[in-house]
């Protein structure tokens, strides 16, 4: 504006413009980073674009770093001030396993091991398709199963306990064979093992405890769990027979805050 006054409304007006975009932006990003059900593909678009924005660094990107994140920024570091982009995935964002991972024979495990540990990039993360868990993320999460199996695959329970062991390690299979650990499907799941995934999902859906996400109300969790159905996640009679007996309604007031009751429309989701 002091090089050339006479324009000084005009750079006032873009300047604010300029603010109001990078807010806008500021917001989209937010709220990518909270995550969804979906991810829809203009979306992505959109994070792309605002991604090649470019800013001014003043100042150096090793501040504040712990010796292990310093030691993976191999490259040089640049000269200030320089341009870099609003969101971008760098090498150092990704964290490499410095071991193998393997499962005893014996128990079956069938689960898919991400390339790396970690993958920080900022794109890669709030592009995730569905929440805010990356496939590196829920692998860390998922591999939980595997010691509560280690576990009680070591204990000497008696006759009536015995399938005590399958129940606590499948509760995260899904009816098209896709789940973990052991990518079982329906024909190869029982009843009791069915409902205990069933009941697994509602109780996480509606968890007001899980750092990643938002406690669901019971018409959302059944809203969601009815698409899961459909993607054969989730065993269609055990579904109906959650709806039918009402024990959704018996487990939220039981269970759940009194804001996360509300009515569903339990007709909607019944066979025809």
């Known amino acids: 504006m002091t090089q050339s006054p006479e324009n000084e409304v005009q750079h006032q007006a873009e300047l604010e413009q300029t603010h109001r975009q990078l807010k806008e932006y500021f917001a989209f990003v937010a709220e990518m980073n909270v995550g969804g059900e979906v991810l829809s593909e203009d979306k992505k678009i959109r994070l792309d674009f605002i991604a090649q924005t470019t800013w001014l660094r003043h ?45 005893e024979p014996h128990l079956d495990i069938k689960m898919t091991v991400p390339e790396y540990l970690y993958n ?6 709030l592009k995730v398709e569905r929440g805010t868990l990356t496939a590196e993320d829920r692998f860390k999460i998922n591999e ?3 010691s509560t199996i280690r576990m009680l695959d070591a204990l000497p329970f008696p006759k009536e306990l015995a399938r005590v062991p399958r129940y606590a390690s499948t509760h995260h299979e899904k ?14 799941l029982s009843i009791p093992e069915r409902i205990m995934v069933l009941a697994d999902i509602f109780e996480a859906l509606t968890a ?16 969601i769990m009815a698409k899961m159905v459909a993607e054969e996640h989730i065993d269609a009679d055990v579904f109906e027979l959650f709806l039918t007996t009402e024990t959704y309604k018996v487990y939220a007031e039981n269970f759940l805050a009194p804001e996360q009751i509300d009515e569903v429309d339990v007709a909607r989701y019944l066979k025809k």
């Open 120 to 125: 920080q990039g900022e794109l890669y993360n």
């Open 175 to 188: 009816m098209d064979g896709t789940g973990y650990p052991r990518k079982l499907t329906k024909d190869q």
């Open 59 to 103: 100042f150096s990107n090793r501040l504040g770093l712990s010796p292990a994140d310093q030691e993976r920024i191999s490259s040089e570091e640049e000269s200030l001030p320089c341009e870099e982009q609003l969101l971008s995935d760098k090498p150092e964002h990704i964290i490499s396993r410095k071991s193998g991972t393997s499962y």
């Open 208 to 223: 007001a405890d899980r750092p990643y996400k938002k406690a669901k109300t019971v018409s959302e969790a059944i809203n």
């Open 144 to 146: 939980h199963i595997i």
